[in-house]
């Protein structure tokens, strides 16, 4: 292995792995940046990294044109309140920045409370481990906000296997553990993957190398079997392809499960042995044979009775998720048979099945290259950000208990993810109840912009109405143009010293060093900045930290790996052993076993009956489409799904980036041949898509993949070359495709939203045009929003709260 | 020595464009040359219901082969940076005996 940092010629190579920003999920692909007179000359892959071994995607390897790209700010910079939407940014120092945040923090805390201040987190870059410190021990407040609808992203699959395995996120086994990879002793290929909802190439990927599928397909003959509306690149090397329509999976799960329990292509032994509640669940299944679910699902029954004897056939058979499962109201039906699929195979945990992480929210370390498991985690307090809140009575128990907003309606969510439920809090910016909200800290996050809020013209007014706000980021956008007084550039991942662990260390395969190359203008890290206000606000706490290393040993690493240490490895493979339920590996008593209430993977879930909702797997139809609403559908005859990504841009960011922007200059529409026709449109027409929340621009791609009657709209775009200030912001509500997407539709626990099923209409325009305001976009606001109302009252009759709706 | 060339799978190219942008930043080129370029055959049905959909990647009159690079014991740039892995280099004898073994949608360019 070669050194972290070395010398050829007049150039300092450096080696570490990246995270973000920009934008990424936690994979820590492995860089080699070039560095001369302290400027980066080249950054490539590092052939010595274990997984992705000197491959890099178009995003870091243009990485040099997004750090060093002329519209970069790198230098703190403040705005008049009366100035918001304007370009009227001053720069100014950090001191006067941070004092400035401080200071009004400080007053609102003082004049309304802690829990008036919220901070928001986006997705995918590291900034998601620290929204939630910035709240908590900061301000004090118990409002960290994730502004998805629902929660929609990762956070209902990681409750699906909080509740029913108890364990850390499943992931295929690409051997990705192991430094040898492939050639590990026991590893055994997939012979079967199934990707349900997951593009693995091109989606954001949590944790996972995408293309490892590949490698697998080409060394070792793994087929696939993919479920989506589209038929994807990776599906035409599929064998088997479900094109279903959108959001029925959870119907054709069910009849997976029938297939396979009627046809015995499960492992009853082990079924005995490790699960609770299988004949419940089969029982149940027995209501959605492949024959009902090919009529609901839209497919050919033979296909579906074929798949899942491909499937349950398979010696072993792995399974990856998607955000299919997130996106949808009755998705968390649909994780909770995923589940029982990966796990009634008995491939769960095993070589070549499904892995599983020994634990969540960092408790899951690594010491000496090998994994210590559950019963040895150090009982440190300091371990979590509420007990540290608490203990230094930066927030109190009274605080945290009763004023995180909407955790009441959904406890669900509230007790997973640590944060206010969004659509509950959208409401309360809105209405100032149960009190009025008065300042916002974005770090990393866009609400207003076009990644994951659904309606984002409500949290536009809702937001810029607030008393402060300030943000942490690399590039202007349209929620910091609109509404923040404060500017805090962050350093990007080659910038800033950290740890990259995959899957956000819940089932890591390897923990990677970001080691810092260069320093680009006056650019901190989110740690660091979040540390300099903290320091004004509760010294007592933040007064310990002098650097980010400091932070990084006490916090992110904790004591079993110095950061030092890490760094010159670069990486620290996780070396986690195989079947942990077998050897105590996953339970805090050491015993054998799952960590739920039974002990066992409980295909019948005692936590869902906890929370009300009914233990077992069952189908519910789109909240918008024909069966739900039949009359309203008549008006938007085709389906929706959004959200298929662009590997060049992470969700709305990169748009500035040439190099990548070229690749994908314009949003675009899939539409089917057929459907094109009887539509009247052609290739690259414009083309206007309307839900009964709004109306959007993008451009038409005509083609015979996507269903007939499913369109596929891009998301994220915005236009970073136009006009920034209010009202258009930087176009920003064009071609945003959460503009036809309300809040508030989830499902009974408060996970989902519509983003994968969505009713629309499309018709030919002419030219991008479109409104520059939100107002005037056809988009349903105040005083009008009673339709919107309408809609939704047919798919939760009352705002009432989870229990009472559950009782009717 | 006989002369390099670049031999791709391309039943396996999943059209990532990481080798264009690789290649880029090696030939130090502006963002409107390429090196190498990625090529797409738009997807459609065949009659038996088999999908075709292929991407390939082909260098230009840009390509030195990554001459400098490859003196120095490194792998040319596109080469290293393809995601799919599905870019090898070699000379032409070497190249060809990769297509030998798997002679379906495979080919050798030299530039
Ligand atoms: S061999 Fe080098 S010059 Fe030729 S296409 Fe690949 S990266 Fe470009
Ligand atoms: S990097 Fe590899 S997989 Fe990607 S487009 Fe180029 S040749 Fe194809």
């Given amino acids: 292995m070669s050194e972290w940092k070395r010398q050829e010629g007049d150039e300092t190579i450096f080696r570490t792995c990246a995270w973000s920003p920009p934008g990424c999920h936690p994979v820590g692909c492995g860089l080699q940046v070039h560095v001369k007179d302290g400027v980066v000359v080249d950054v490539e892959g590092d052939p010595e990294h274990p997984i992705t071994k000197g491959s890099l995607c178009p995003r870091c390897l243009a990485l040099t044109d997004y750090i060093y790209h002329p519209d970069r700010i790198i230098h703190p910079m403040k705005r008049a309140k009366e100035d918001r939407g304007l370009d009227k940014w001053q720069q100014c120092s950090w001191d006067e920045a941070c004092d400035m945040v401080a200071n009004a923090a400080q007053e609102i805390i003082d004049n309304y409370g802690p829990e008036t201040i919220c901070v928001f987190g986006g997705t995918g870059r590291e900034a998601n481990y620290w929204y939630t410190q910035w709240a908590n021990l900061v301000f004090g407040s118990p409002n960290s906000v994730y502004a998805q609808a629902g929660w929609s992203c990762y956070g209902p699959r990681i409750s699906n296997t909080a509740f029913m395995i108890g364990g850390g996120y499943p992931e295929i086994d690409y051997a990705q553990k192991f430094s040898d990879r492939y050639d590990h002793e026991g590893w055994v290929a997939p012979e079967v993957i199934v990707c349900w909802g997951k593009e693995p190439l091109r989606s954001n990927p949590d944790g996972m190398y995408g293309h490892a599928v590949i490698e697998m397909m080409r060394q070792f003959g793994t087929k696939l079997i993919c479920v989506d509306p589209r038929m994807h690149w990776l599906g035409t090397r599929s064998d088997i392809v479900l094109q279903l329509n959108p959001g029925t999976d959870t119907a054709m799960a069910m009849a997976w499960i029938y297939v396979m329990d009627k046809e015995n292509l499960v492992d009853r032994e082990w079924i005995d042995a490790w699960t609770y509640g299988y004949d419940a669940l089969v029982e149940r299944c027995q209501s959605m044979p492949p024959s009902k679910a090919a009529e609901i699902c839209g497919v050919d029954e033979e296909l579906i009775w074929q798949a899942a004897r491909l499937y349950g056939s398979a010696k072993p058979s792995s399974l990856a998720w998607g955000l299919a499962v997130d996106q949808n109201p009755n998705g968390t039906q649909l994780g909770q048979a995923l589940i029982a699929l990966m796990t009634i195979t008995g491939f769960i945990d095993a070589p070549g099945g499904t892995t599983l992480g020994m634990g969540d929210d960092g408790g899951n370390r690594v010491k000496e290259g090998g994994g210590i498991d559950a019963s040895q985690r150090i009982e440190d307090e300091n371990d979590s950000t509420l007990m540290l809140a608490l203990k230094y009575g930066i927030m109190s128990q009274e605080t945290w208990d009763t004023k995180r907003i909407g955790v009441d309606k959904y406890p669900a969510v509230g007790s997973i993810m640590w944060t206010a439920h969004p659509d509950e809090f959208l409401k309360a910016l809105e209405t100032e109840n149960p009190y009025k909200v008065h300042m916002a800290g974005f770090v990393s996050s866009n609400p207003v912009g076009t990644a994951i809020s659904a309606e984002p013209q409500r949290w536009y007014k809702a937001l810029k109405a607030l008393d402060f706000n300030f943000a942490c980021d690399c590039f202007m956008n349209p929620t910091i143009m609109s509404c923040c007084d404060v500017f805090f550039p962050v350093a990007s991942t080659i910038e800033h010293d950290g740890m990259v662990a995959t899957h956000y260390a819940s089932n890591a395969s390897f923990y990677g060093a970001q080691n810092k190359c260069v320093q680009v203008g006056e650019c901190k890290s989110d740690i660091e900045i979040m540390m300099m206000v903290g320091k004004k606000l509760h010294p007592d706490f933040w007064n310990r930290f002098e650097t980010q290393e400091d932070y990084d040993n006490f916090h992110v690493m904790r004591s079993w790996l110095p950061f030092k240490e890490l760094r010159e490895k670069v990486v620290v493979m996780s070396e986690e052993p195989y079947y942990k339920y077998k050897i105590g590996k996953l339970r805090p008593d050491g015993q054998p076993g799952f960590p739920t209430m039974t002990g066992r993977v409980e295909l019948y879930s005692t936590m869902y009956q906890n929370w009300g909702e009914d233990p077992l797997p069952y189908y519910e139809p789109p909240a918008y489409g024909k069966e739900s609403l039949p009359e309203l559908s008549k008006q938007y005859p085709l389906m929706m799904i959004t959200g298929a990504r662009e590997q060049h841009f992470f969700h709305s960011e990169h748009k500035q980036i040439q190099a990548l922007r070229q690749l994908t200059p314009w949003p675009m529409i899939d539409i089917n041949t057929q459907d094109a026709l009887d539509f009247g449109i052609a290739e690259g027409d414009w083309v206007e898509i309307s839900s009964p929340y709004g109306s959007i621009r993008q451009l038409a791609r005509v083609t015979p993949t996507m269903k007939k009657g499913v369109v596929h709209c891009m998301h994220g775009f915005w236009y970073p070359e136009e006009d920034g200030e209010v009202p258009n912001l930087y176009g920003n509500w064009k071609s945003n495709v959460n503009m036809l997407m309300p809040n508030s539709v989830n499902g009974k626990l408060g996970f989902g939203d519509t983003f994968k099923q969505m009713m629309v209409n499309i018709k030919k325009v002419v030219g991008l045009g479109g409104s520059n305001d939100p107002d005037t976009n056809g988009i349903i606001l105040e005083p009008s929003r009673q339709a919107e109302f309408t809609v939704q009252q047919v798919w939760r009759p009352e705002d009432a709260p989870t229990d009472q709706y559950l009782q009717k | ?111």
Avoid at chain 2, 85 to 101: P, S
């Fill in chain 2, 1 to 111: 020595m006989s002369h390099g060339a670049i031999y791709i799978d391309f039943e396996f190219c999943s059209g990532c464009h990481s080798c264009e942008i690789a290649c880029r930043k090696h030939l130090r080129i502006a963002n409107d040359k390429d090196g190498i370029k990625v090529l797409e055959d738009r997807p459609y049905q065949q009659e038996n219901g088999a999908w075709h959909w292929d991407y390939i990647a082909y260098p230009t009159e840009l390509c030195d082969l990554c001459e400098d690079r490859v003196a120095e014991g490194k792998l040319p740039s596109c080469v290293q940076a393809c995601q799919a892995k599905v870019l090898e280099f070699g000379t032409i004898e070497e190249c060809a005996e990769k297509l030998k073994k798997k002679p379906k949608k495979a080919a050798i360019f030299v530039p």
